[in-house]
C-alpha cells in the first residue's frame, strides 16, 4: 500500500510536469531551454542520493525527480528578463546548484548541521530548500530597481488559472508522497494544503480591495501561491483553525509587501512575481511553527526553543540564499535592465 500510494503522488506530479512542459512549448520554448539545466542539476540530486543509498526506493525517487522537474520550471523564471539564451541557461542552472540543491541536500540528513548548531526545526515539507531561497531573487530585483515588463492586470484568467492550478496541485502531491508512506497524518497534511491557501486567498483580496478598491483574478490567484508556500513546512503539525490563521497572515503579509515593492520587482498576477515572493510566506510558516506547532510550539509548551529553531533556520536560508545568488547572477554583470 505505501509504495503504491508513494508511486501514485509521483506519477501525478510527473504527469502535471509534463502538461505544464507541453503548454509551455506551445508559447515559450525559450523557458524551457532555461529550465533544462536546473533539472539536470536536480537530477544529479537523485542519482547522487541513490549511488549514497540515501534514495533507496525507486518510488522515493521518482517522487523527487517530479518535484526537481517543477522547481527547474520555476528557476528559469528565477533569471531577470535580461538575461537571455545560454546566458539565462547558465545562470538558473548554477542558482539551482548553489541555493536550493545544497539545501535541500541537507534536508535528507539535517543532523549533519542543526543537531551541532543545537537546533531541531520543523520542516515537513523542506520549505527552508524550496521556498524560503526564493529571497535571494526577490531581493536583486528589488536592489536592481528592475521593473519587469508585462502588462500590469496580470496574464489572460485561464493562463493564471492554470499555474495557479499547477503550484497548487504540485504542493499537493509533494507533501502527500514525501512522507513515503500513507498514514494517519497524511489527512492533517493535506487539510493544511487545502485550508491555507484558501485563506491566504482571501487575505490578499482582502488587503487589495483595502490598499487599490479593487477585486482581481490575480490577487486571488497570488494568495493561493502564497499560502501554499506557508503551508509547505507545517505537515501534520497544525491544527485546522491554525492552518486557517496562518494562511490569513501569510495571504496578508505578501500582500503588503508584493503592493509596497510593486514599483521594483511587481506585477499583478504575474506568476514570476509570485513566485518570487514565495519566500514570505514560507518564512511565515516556517516561524508560525515555533508558536502554534501541535505539542511543540510555544503556547502549547511555553518554551521559546522550537521557535529559536526555526527563527535561526529562516535566517540560515537567507542567507545563503543570498550569498549564492549573488555569485550565480554574476554572469548577468554588464547586460541591460
Do not use: K, N
Not at 97 to 113: G, N, Q
Not at 169 to 193: M, N
Not at 276 to 299: H, M
Amino acid at each position: 500500500m505505501d509504495a503504491a500510494w508513494t508511486t501514485g503522488t509521483a506519477l501525478v506530479l510527473l504527469a502535471l510536469d509534463a502538461v505544464a512542459v507541453m503548454l509551455i512549448a506551445r508559447r515559450r520554448r525559450g523557458l524551457l531551454l532555461r529550465a533544462a539545466p536546473a533539472a539536470v542539476v536536480w537530477l544529479a540530486l537523485i542519482l547522487v542520493g541513490a549511488l549514497a543509498g540515501v534514495v533507496v526506493a525507486v518510488s522515493a525517487a521518482l517522487v523527487y525527480a517530479g518535484l526537481g522537474i517543477a522547481l527547474a520550471l520555476a528557476a528559469a523564471l528565477a533569471v531577470p528578463p535580461r538575461a537571455r539564451g545560454a546566458r539565462a541557461a547558465i545562470v538558473a542552472g548554477l542558482w539551482t546548484l548553489l541555493v536550493p540543491v545544497p539545501l535541500a541536500a541537507l534536508s535528507f540528513d539535517p543532523a549533519i548541521v542543526y543537531d551541532a548548531a543545537g537546533l531541531v526545526p520543523l520542516d515537513y515539507g523542506a520549505a527552508l530548500a524550496i521556498a524560503v531561497p526564493w529571497l535571494g531573487p526577490l531581493a536583486a530585483r528589488v536592489a536592481s530597481g528592475t521593473r519587469l515588463s508585462g502588462d500590469r492586470h496580470g496574464p489572460p484568467a485561464l493562463r493564471l488559472a492554470l499555474a495557479t492550478a499547477f503550484v497548487w496541485l504540485v504542493a499537493l502531491a509533494w507533501l502527500a508522497g514525501i512522507e513515503l508512506h500513507l498514514d494517519s497524518d497524511t489527512s492533517r497534511v493535506l487539510t493544511t494544503a487545502v485550508l491555507a491557501p484558501i485563506a491566504s486567498a482571501a487575505g490578499w483580496l482582502v488587503v487589495e480591495r483595502l490598499r487599490l478598491a479593487r477585486t482581481t483574478p490575480g490577487a486571488a490567484a497570488s494568495g493561493v501561491v502564497a499560502g501554499v508556500a506557508a503551508a509547505l513546512p507545517a505537515g501534520a503539525s497544525l491544527d485546522p483553525l491554525w492552518s486557517i490563521i496562518l494562511g490569513a497572515v501569510a495571504g496578508c503579509s505578501s500582500a503588503l509587501i508584493g503592493y509596497s515593492a510593486r514599483a521594483a520587482a511587481w506585477h499583478w498576477g504575474s506568476l514570476r512575481h509570485v513566485l518570487a515572493l514565495t519566500s514570505i510566506p514560507a518564512a511565515i510558516g516556517v516561524v508560525f511553527l515555533g508558536l502554534f506547532a501541535s505539542e511543540y510550539g510555544l503556547v502549547y509548551t511555553g518554551s521559546v526553543d522550537l521557535v529559536e529553531s526555526q527563527f535561526v533556520a529562516v535566517a540560515a536560508s537567507a542567507l545563503w540564499s543570498g550569498a549564492g545568488t549573488a555569485v550565480a547572477f554574476l554572469p548577468l554583470i554588464g547586460t541591460r535592465a
